[in-house]
């Protein structure tokens, strides 16, 4: 099956929040995303709400809900009490936890899970009685012990942490070499009964070497390039050119 997509909303909530009104409408674009193929939307709510506000989840939820069978809700974030509250309120169908500090400016790694095995087994626990999917970020490294532990720790999920791959757009041979390696966490992935996510500054143009290398994809999540190539293409097509560059017949 192709990659699915989930368009991340933080780019056009950060835009919106440059000034005090209600335009770009998040809402409104997470609509037309869905209505153009998308099959998920993807936020995370960091503790400044300097992207996506507390006060976007409800109508996020409710317009998932809207969309229908299929259609799933994404929320991402570092597991502190505040993200686990919001979580619980608003049950995403998937939760993807990342290691982020709340002054980075944007996730820059995956989890070190051999440092991180307590915290992470506690809040999956926490998780999964809720019933939700949890997928936890990975660095495509091809470290089997580490990627045993997410297993362990009862993650249904990497999402391999694409920022390294994304930025060799210009350097083919680099971008190569990581590619391969992304692969090889994916297949390692897949052989401990893990599925594999990915999110980081993908495009139009790097995305078919990585759903190439990676046929099991599950999801990609995008957010900064899509929202870019929305200001030139619009949102509707440039949905169907992100579903298209993950397999999708569109």
Not at 112 to 137: E, Q, T
Request: with cysteine; proline share 6%.
């Amino acid at each position: 099956m192709p990659a699915k997509l989930s368009v991340n909303l933080n780019a056009i909530a950060m835009l919106r929040n440059r000034r005090d009104l209600p335009w770009p409408s998040v809402t409104d674009l997470g609509r037309i995303a869905l209505d153009a193929g998308a099959s998920g939307l993807t936020v995370h709510p960091r503790p400044d709400q300097r992207h996506v506000r507390f006060s976007d989840l409800a109508p996020i939820r409710a317009l998932v809900d809207e969309a229908g069978a299929g259609a799933e809700f994404n929320i991402e974030g570092f597991p502190e009490e505040n993200f686990m509250r919001l979580v619980e309120e608003h049950r995403p169908e998937q939760v993807t936890l990342v290691p982020d500090d709340p002054s980075q400016a944007t996730s820059d790694h995956g989890w070190d899970f051999r440092k991180s095995h307590n915290l992470l087994g506690n809040i999956v626990g926490r998780l999964k009685k809720l019933g939700l999917r949890v997928s936890v970020f990975a660095d495509g490294d091809p470290d089997r012990e580490a990627l045993t532990i997410a297993r362990e720790i009862g993650a249904d999920r990497i999402e391999l942490y694409t920022g390294p791959y994304g930025g060799c757009y210009d350097n083919p041979a680099e971008g190569e070499r990581i590619l391969e390696t992304l692969g090889e966490t994916a297949d390692i992935a897949f052989d401990l009964g893990l599925g594999v996510n990915a999110g980081h500054d993908l495009t139009v143009a790097n995305l078919p070497p990585l759903v190439a290398r990676i046929p099991g994809l599950a999801e990609v999540s995008i957010g900064h390039g899509l929202t870019a190539d929305a200001l030139q293409y619009g949102m509707s097509e440039t949905v169907r050119r992100f579903c298209r560059a993950c397999g999708q017949d569109v």
